[in-house]
Structure formats: structure tokens, C-alpha cells
């Protein structure tokens, strides 16, 4: 199993471009999670779905930030437009109900 | 509000000896528990698990308590090693976190040799 995939790995970015990190879960998983992890804060929860239905998205800091999951092994967070306080590192994770948590490598994500 | 914390940020430790890791949650309808560890540059890795109906589960090395009376958990590594050293993470799940997982804050776990 290749896991849980993200990409790009890393993305340098302008102020005020838009930003889309993709997220591929591991084949068979029915929930898929967005996490954002900065020293401050810590790793957060921003959004989660269930069988692709977003379940919880009071995560979500601000209307710049939208995700979607079209079909069950495809995700993606969008940042339109970015700020230099997006910066951060964001991962994806992917479970079977409440079990075989696996995260990706994340996506480092730089806007200047 | 539901927080899953740790007691301490840093844990240094000398290679051999038994580490202790703790973590306090608030939230008492959380049902399933994991540890991670998170090495530099790299995602959060799973460790152990332990669901709320045991108090006591064991790995390759580790050992996880669970003590529901005061909202406690701990990761209990034996015979440290440098390759442990890293972050863990307890994270928490159930209740109105649904499926998700709600992380602590991490503590730094370093190991000389």
C-alpha cells in the first residue's frame, strides 16, 4: 500500500495566488481529514468527510479556505488567495471508520 | 473547550532508560485514544492505540495507560533509544470530534546516548 499521497511536497507561493494541495487516500478508507500544523498551534483539525460528505468544517480559519472531495480517492484544500499567515505544514490523513488512522508526508506550504 | 494536553513540552532522557510520556484530556466522552510520533520533515506515525473500554495496552517496547478517572493517558517507552527520539503526539477521538482526531500540543522527546 503506497499510503496516504500529497502532493506537491512543498509550494512557494505569492501573496494573493491561489494554492491547491491535493491529497490521495489510502484505497478503501471511507474518512479523509485536513490538518494544518504550525509551532503555535499545534497540529488542528480544518475539515473532515465521511464517504466523501464534508462532516465538520468549523476548522476552517477563514471563506479562503475551501476543500473538496469529488469522489473517494481524491481530495483537495484550496487557499484563494494566500497569506503570508498560511504558512504552515498541512496534512491529510485517511481512516476506515474510527480506525487505521494514516497520515501523509504533508505539503510545506510558503507564501511570501 | 475539548483540548487534549500534555504536562510537559521536553523530556530528555539518556539511551536505556524508560521514558514516560503524559497527556491530559477534557473530554470525557473521547473513546479511542492513539500516540504518534513525528520525526522531523515527516508525518505523524502511528504508534499505539488503546479504545476506552481497557486500561492498559502493550507494543514492541511501549506500553499505553489509560486512566478514565482523571482523564489521563500516558505512552511508557522501554530501553530508549536515539531513534525514538522525536514528538508525541496523543490525540483523542469520539464524542463531538465524531471520527476525527484532536491532537495535543506534542512533547520533544530527546534521547543521548
Known amino acids: 500500500d503506497a499510503g496516504v499521497i500529497q502532493s506537491p511536497r512543498h509550494e512557494v507561493t505569492e501573496m494573493g495566488q491561489e494554492v491547491t494541495l491535493r491529497c490521495k487516500p489510502i484505497?478503501?478508507?471511507?474518512?479523509l481529514f485536513w490538518y494544518r500544523q504550525t509551532m503555535m498551534r499545534g497540529l488542528e483539525l480544518l475539515i473532515y468527510?465521511?464517504?466523501?460528505?464534508?462532516?465538520?468544517d468549523s476548522g476552517m480559519p477563514e471563506d479562503r479556505f475551501s476543500a473538496k472531495m469529488p469522489n473517494a480517492s481524491f481530495s483537495t484544500l484550496k487557499i484563494q488567495p494566500s497569506e503570508p499567515r498560511d504558512s504552515a505544514v498541512y496534512f491529510c490523513a485517511s481512516s476506515l471508520d474510527r480506525s487505521g488512522y494514516t497520515f501523509g508526508s504533508g505539503t510545506r506550504l510558503t507564501v511570501v | 473547550g475539548e483540548s487534549v494536553g500534555l504536562h510537559l513540552p521536553t523530556l530528555s532522557v539518556q539511551e536505556g532508560d524508560n521514558s514516560i510520556i503524559n497527556c491530559a484530556y477534557s473530554?470525557?466522552?473521547?473513546?479511542?485514544f492513539i500516540w504518534y510520533k513525528q520525526e522531523s520533515g515527516k508525518g505523524p506515525q502511528f504508534i499505539i492505540d488503546i479504545r476506552s473500554n481497557m486500561d492498559k495496552r502493550q507494543g514492541q517496547r511501549v506500553t499505553v495507560l489509560l486512566n478514565k478517572t482523571v482523564k489521563h493517558l500516558s505512552l511508557q517507552i522501554a530501553a530508549t533509544q536515539p531513534g525514538d527520539s522525536a514528538v508525541y503526539f496523543c490525540?483523542?477521538?469520539?464524542?463531538?470530534?465524531?471520527?476525527?482526531?484532536?491532537f495535543g500540543k506534542g512533547t520533544t522527546l530527546s534521547v543521548s546516548s
Open positions: 473530554n470525557s466522552a473521547s473513546d479511542y
Open positions: 468527510f465521511n464517504n466523501n460528505v464534508p462532516i465538520d
Open positions: 484505497s478503501g478508507h471511507n474518512s
Open positions: 490525540a483523542e477521538s469520539g464524542g463531538q470530534a465524531g471520527t476525527a482526531l484532536i
